[in-house]
């Protein structure tokens, strides 16, 4: 077993220095702990260097400071003794089982305690006096009252331990909680203010590019009608959406989340906008109410649908349907497929994400893209909303 040749640390130099210090002093006052044994003057110093040097190497190499210093104060016992090496060793004891292995912590108290019975047993059998119990009294002193304190401050530190490893862990599973419902929230509020707002500004920066356009004084005063109601109603929105953010929002009260009832509206002001837009709503009339995940949904869907219509389709009709199934609600909006001939609006593809993104959160299916039809190329956004029957019963 060898020694470990890590660095000492500061408080075993000081044990060290001071056990060391406090043995010379002893020894050179006569103070012995078997004073008149053959091996005499000074002997006694031996046992006490070497565990004086032990004491450096209690931390970084405890069970072998553990061996050599059990061999030391059985040497100590031929000499006439010192104080400061009994002392020492009962740290030596308690610094093996605090620093040492797992099984040497379990091994060391098991064994300092068969070892105390023992002595005493042996020496009560031996002397048939009943002081002899005393000399069994001070081995557990020395071995396996420092064994066991050794177990109690370990025990106290490994619990120590895994309780702050617990909060730790508590603490970054919260910080990952933190972020991911920052960035769901930051992924819900870029959906609704791309929804609320880039409609009314694909409409104005289309007709602002027909007013430049066309040198019509009429038609420049309709585009500039046009421009003035989107720009308001984008602005009502804005204030709209900035109450719900803020708390303190004074008369900014939050609206209330758009259902589908407000379809007919969106679609008339497509249609205002210059689309040819139909609206094929064939729910039950006195239907159960959609919960209102799912109407929003449909809704922002619809009115994405359209504004993309705007942005991108070709001359011609734009078809709005819904449908109710027994459990999902479906929405298909189709429009020409093909370069348009008049001015259109950049796109940056937001939109398609968010539409995606609010079909998956409830757990439906989401299609975008090109098919054949019988008026010819059209571009088809379809959406399955998933209906749990218990939330309609609920909603009524």
């Known amino acids: 077993m060898a020694l470990s040749l890590a660095r000492p640390h500061r408080v075993d130099i000081t044990i060290a220095a001071v056990s060391l210090l406090s043995g010379l002093a002893l020894w050179a006052l006569g103070l012995h702990t078997q004073p008149g044994r053959d091996l005499g003057g000074t002997w006694a110093l031996i046992p006490l260097a070497v565990l004086a040097c032990l004491e450096l190497v209690r931390r970084t190499a405890p069970q072998a400071a553990l061996t050599v210093g059990t061999l030391a104060l059985v040497a100590d016992q031929f000499t006439e003794g010192n104080l400061a090496s009994i002392m020492m060793f009962t740290d030596i004891v308690y610094a093996a089982v605090v620093y040492g292995t797992p099984a040497a912590a379990r091994r060391i108290p098991v064994t300092t305690g068969l070892i105390t019975v023992a002595v005493t047993v042996g020496f009560l059998a031996w002397f048939r006096e009943p002081e002899a119990i005393l000399i069994g009294v001070i081995t557990g002193v020395i071995s396996f009252g420092p064994a066991t304190t050794g177990v109690l401050v370990r025990n106290h530190r490994e619990a120590a331990d895994a309780a702050r490893l ?45 007013a430049l356009s066309l040198d019509d004084p009429r038609t ?15 602005l009502a929105e804005m204030r709209r959406l900035i109450g719900i953010l803020r708390d303190d929002s004074g008369d900014l009260e939050p609206a209330a989340a758009p259902t589908l009832d407000g379809l007919a509206a969106l679609v008339a002001g497509a249609r205002a906008n210059g689309l040819d ?89 989401f299609e975008a893209g090109p098919e054949n039809s019988p008026d010819g190329t059209v571009w088809s956004v379809f959406a399955t909303l998933p209906v749990d029957p218990a939330d309609e019963g609920a909603k009524e």
Not at 301 to 309: H, K, M, W
């Open 277 to 365: 837009v139909t609206l094929d709503d064939s729910r039950p009339p006195q239907g159960p109410k959609l919960p209102a995940p799912v109407e929003l949904a449909a809704y922002r869907i619809v009115q994405e649908s359209l504004t993309n219509a705007l942005k991108h389709a070709s001359p011609g009709r734009v078809a709005v349907t819904l449908t109710q199934e027994p459990r999902a609600l479906t929405v298909r909006v189709s429009s020409p497929y093909g370069d348009p001939s008049g001015p259109r609006a950049p796109g940056s593809g937001a939109g398609l994400v968010g539409m995606r993104e609010r079909t998956e959160l409830l757990g439906g299916a």
């Open 166 to 210: 617990r909060a730790e862990q508590t603490a970054l599973l919260a910080e990952m909680d933190r972020v991911q419902a920052v960035t769901a929230e930051r992924a819900r509020m870029a959906r609704e203010l791309h929804d609320m707002v880039a409609n009314h500004l694909s409409a104005i920066a289309i007709h602002s590019t027909a």
């Open 220 to 234: 420049s005063a309709d585009a500039l009608a046009v421009i003035r109601e989107n720009s308001v109603e984008g």
